[in-house]
Each structure stands twice: as C-alpha cells, then as structure tokens.
C-alpha cells in the first residue's frame, strides 16, 4: 500500500490548475468558460494569466483502439492522429496578464459505413476544426471554448468519396 520515495514522481514547479472531466450537452451551441473564481476569494484581475495546453478535447466517445484500426482502413481519406481532436497538445501563451483565449469549434457528426454495410462495423464520430485568437480583455480574463454543432452530417464509406448527407436528429449528446 505504500510507494518507496524512489517510485514517486516530483509535482511540477508550476503554478496553475489541471482540470479534467466531462460535460453533456444538448445539439445546440454553446461556450464552456474557464476562469479563476472562487467565493469568499478575490483575484486581481491585472494579474491573471490564462497560459494553458489543452490535453485533450473532443466530442462524442473515442473509439477504442481495436476499432480505431478498423476506422483507418473505412476512412475516405485516411485517419490521422489528430483526427477526433485537432486542440491536443496544442499550448496557448498570454504574453500578458489580462489576456482572454477564445476558441471557436464547428462540430460535424461523420458516420463512417464500410461499403456492403457490416453491421456493427461503421462509426459515428464528432470532428471539428477549430480557429483561435487571444485578447486584451477589460473584464476577468478566461479561456472561452465556443462550439457550434452543424446540423449536417457527413456520411462516409470504405475508400470511396462521402456518399450522402443527413440531418441528424437534434436530441443527441456531445461530451
């Protein structure tokens, strides 16, 4: 039950939060803010810096490595690790205290269908692009993730081009 000194790794020398987990949205758009605030607690707004990395950020579920495999080979053209979520890793700078982040996301569903159409065999995925810009703001500085989920979605096959377009229906959830 006890770790030996040797086999713990050292807490970086940073200051700043990590934060991880999930939310469940309707299909409709939407901002997820982050900002320092707390009750009972004031911050100087002059002096926040919202420096962050994303590690990860994506819509929908992943697919599991297994299927993953399968996917690369269905993909009309082809999957790249930055195919479900274009922000990982990427790292944001404020050269300035007081700097917001924005980022705006368009979300498509895609369906990918095998040709002959296996059952069980296709995927339904939340792809994004993403643009992001940085500002001075006049108020409590944060990092704004603004996402807009298009109500078309792309319908893909097994090496072939997309082969049709839907309206999927507008009860379903992102995460």
């Not at 002059?46 to 697919?63: C, D, E, I, K, Q």
Request: aromatic content about 10%; glycine content about 10%.
């Amino acid at each position: 039950p006890y770790l030996k000194h040797s086999d713990l790794s050292e807490a970086p020398k940073t200051s700043g939060c990590n934060l991880a987990g999930f939310v469940l949205v309707k299909k409709v758009p939407g901002t997820l803010h982050f900002t320092a605030r707390a009750e009972g607690h004031s911050f100087d707004h002059a002096w926040m810096n919202m420096t962050h990395v994303v590690h990860g950020l994506y819509f929908g579920s992943r697919p599991s490595p297994r299927k993953y495999h399968e996917l690369r080979k269905l993909h009309p053209l082809g999957l790249n690790p930055e195919w479900l979520d274009k922000l990982h890793g990427q790292q944001f700078f404020s050269e300035h205290p007081q700097h917001t982040h924005e980022h705006y996301l368009q979300v498509v569903m895609t369906s990918i269908e095998p040709k002959g159409g296996r059952k069980g065999s296709g995927y339904d995925a939340f792809e994004y692009t993403a643009h992001s810009h940085t500002y001075m703001s006049d108020s409590q500085p944060t990092a704004k993730f603004t996402y807009d989920l298009s109500p078309i979605q792309v319908r893909g096959g097994g090496g072939g081009c997309c082969k049709a377009l839907r309206y999927p229906s507008a009860g379903a959830a992102a995460t």
